[in-house]
């Protein structure tokens, strides 16, 4: 079992990229000081890789999970414009989306 | 008011019910508590939001109706990360400011029919990513105890309204120590429920693994009754656990009692113990060893235990708390509810939500959203991610172990008292260690109570209890038995008696 990560692993080119991913649009100034900080977390998390593990199973849960399924019973659902009323924006009664696709479609 | 003064923000629950079945008005009760919130939370910024003619007029409701049984009249305060219909709820975020929840949380739900009066709402770091609440889009919450130190977290909006008076009791939710923490740094009593046994629907998803409601109180006996009012199965939480809640207020009557003759306590060697003592404070740790004894002495075996794995607690669940967050965070996209930044027609929706999200989370939320996307990423799965979740096996293997040889395990709740505001918002690591000891019961899903041991440099101690699953009966038991020997030992009335003799003192 290898330690995965040695200190200051994680770039800034890197984090970047994460926060793509992630989709948050981050300032430079975010780059700089988080790139440091997680390359100490994940310093500290790799500890992980310390321990012997063969033949244990991973825990998703810590109680036993089994499929729920309900009584195929309808239920009213919340009115639509309950519901609308926490949008950012709505219109024709429905959600609003931003602009989904690009000007030579 | 008539037949109640201001003595009633210092008065337990057992005490208020017996007030109300006496003839005091709810209306009363809960005009004494907005006015200590009004007094005193300018200072303290314990609360997020607050409606005094809501919660007077619920108040009027409940005493028309005159029901003067259990909880009825009871007023009560919720973390901010509970939905509320029609009440603000923000989980302590920029991105939620303003938003009103359509529909009740389960344990808003139950402690609404149970007659309950709604105070407010409580700060927290946002979504519950924190351990003092300076994460909180909406600024710092003081501890009552001093007003330049954190009064812990996630939970703690919650903690200083209860030990500062300001609300009789108020729910918290905990991932990796958010009631147990804040409570130990306040001299509030806290506890973890078994994962499962409290529903999280209408929880604002931090780690759906590890998150739990549960009660922050000023008694052992008024967490119970809070805890009994909101557990038991929900269909509407597919982790609910189908099965009776123990019966947990008359097992705090009963440990209150004293006698434990038969119980055999472990104390963790590896949480605060020779060789595992670094980062703790001599303190703390004197009245840990004060506590236990006192167990002793009410007829406990106390034995040392060894569970090797909760060393790796800690880096096990900021690996895989993360990872469930950048998933869960995954909703805040700025379309159903919520801020949206950036929609002017020319940016798209990528832009348009990678904007919103920048502007919405804070920084400690950013941290971890990268953190656990790197965490799953492809490459470093296995690594990460799936190794942390072998860790939370081995972990709950030494909780096993351990519970073939003991009834209850030990340790200190936290490795310091209070730290003071500012001291550890910019190294995340240093912020993190204040959950070593609260992490391994998140990780096994155990339940596991705080409950104040004494004080150090005039600062609450915490000492935690942890039970097998679905035990929580003896997390109550023995921190009764606990609470009524050092409560008789100080000749007060309770462990707040003493932040009430000081404020009385400096005024």
């Known amino acids: ?105 | 008011m008539s037949a109640i003064n201001s003595d009633v923000t210092s008065m337990n629950v057992d005490e208020l019910q017996a007030a109300l079945a006496d003839g005091a008005t709810s209306v009363d009760v809960t005009r004494a508590y907005l006015d200590r919130i009004e007094a005193a939370d300018g200072e303290l910024r314990a609360y997020l939001h607050v409606d005094p003619e809501a919660a007077l007029a619920r108040a009027a409701e409940i005493d028309a109706a005159g029901d003067k049984s259990g909880l009825a009249g009871v007023p009560v305060a919720l973390k901010d990360v509970v939905v509320t219909e029609g009440v603000p709820t923000t989980s302590g975020s920029k991105i939620l400011e303003g938003w009103k929840p359509p529909y009740d949380a389960t344990v808003a739900a139950r402690l609404k029919a149970a007659g309950t009066v709604l105070l407010g709402k409580t700060n927290m770091d946002e979504f519950a990513m924190g351990s003092s609440t300076e994460n909180s889009a909406y600024g710092v919450t003081r501890n009552p105890w001093d007003p330049e130190r954190i009064p812990g977290g996630s939970s703690g909006g919650s903690s200083a309204a209860v030990a500062g008076g300001l609300a009789p009791w108020a729910i918290g939710t905990d991932t990796g120590g958010s009631i147990r923490q804040p409570a130990a740094l306040t001299g509030l009593v806290g506890h973890k429920p078994t994962y499962g046994s409290v529903s999280r629907f209408g929880l604002i998803a931090f780690s759906s693994s590890l998150d739990q409601a549960g009660p922050m109180a000023r008694t052992v006996l008024d967490a119970a009754l809070l805890h009994e009012a909101i557990g038991g199965h929900d269909p509407l939480d597919s982790t609910s656990i189908d099965a009776p809640l123990p019966v947990l207020v008359e097992c705090a009557r009963r440990g209150a009692d004293g006698d434990l003759s038969g119980l055999r306590v472990g104390v963790v060697r590896e949480l605060g113990g020779d060789g595992h003592a670094d980062g703790y404070e001599d303190g703390v740790l004197e009245s840990f060893r004060a506590g236990v004894a006192r167990l002793e002495s009410m007829g406990a075996e106390v034995r040392e235990v060894s569970c090797p794995a909760f060393d790796l607690a800690l880096a096990a669940y900021y690996l895989i708390a993360p990872s469930e967050a950048s998933s869960n965070l995954a909703r805040f996209d700025g379309v159903r509810y919520g801020l949206r930044v950036g929609d002017d027609g020319a940016r798209d929706l990528d832009e348009v939500m990678a904007l919103t999200r920048e502007q919405g989370f804070g920084a400690e939320v950013k941290r971890r959203i990268i953190l656990g996307t790197y965490a799953l990423s492809s490459g470093y799965y296995e690594a990460y991610y799936g190794q942390a979740q072998k860790v939370r096996t081995l972990i709950s293997r030494d909780f096993s172990a351990a519970f073939d040889d003991v009834d209850v395990l030990v340790s200190p709740t936290t490795p310091t008292v209070a730290f003071p505001l500012g001291a550890r918002v910019d190294d995340p690591i240093a912020m993190y260690a204040a959950d070593l000891c609260t992490l391994p019961a998140s990780l096994a899903g155990v339940p596991a109570i705080s409950v104040p041991s004494g004080l150090s440099e005039g600062l609450p101690v915490g000492f935690q209890i942890m039970a097998p699953a679905l035990a929580d009966d003896r997390c109550y038991r023995v921190a009764a038995a606990l609470e009524a020997a050092l409560t008789a030992d100080r000749g007060d009335r309770g462990f707040l008696d003493q932040l009430a003799a000081r404020q009385g003192s400096a005024s």
């Open chain 1, 1 to 105: 079992m290898s330690t995965p990560s040695q200190k200051g692993q994680l770039s800034r080119d890197e984090v970047a990229h994460l926060a793509h991913l992630a989709r948050l649009a981050v300032t430079d100034e975010e780059l700089d000081l988080f790139a440091g900080q997680l390359a100490a977390v994940l310093d500290a998390v790799a500890q992980v890789g310390k321990a012997a593990v063969e033949d244990v199973t991973p825990t998703t849960h810590a109680v036993p999970m089994t499929n729920v399924v309900r009584e195929d019973v309808a239920r009213p659902s919340l009115p639509r414009d309950v519901v609308l009323a926490g949008a950012p924006a709505a219109e024709d009664g429905r959600f609003r989306v931003p602009r989904i696709l690009g000007e030579e479609a």
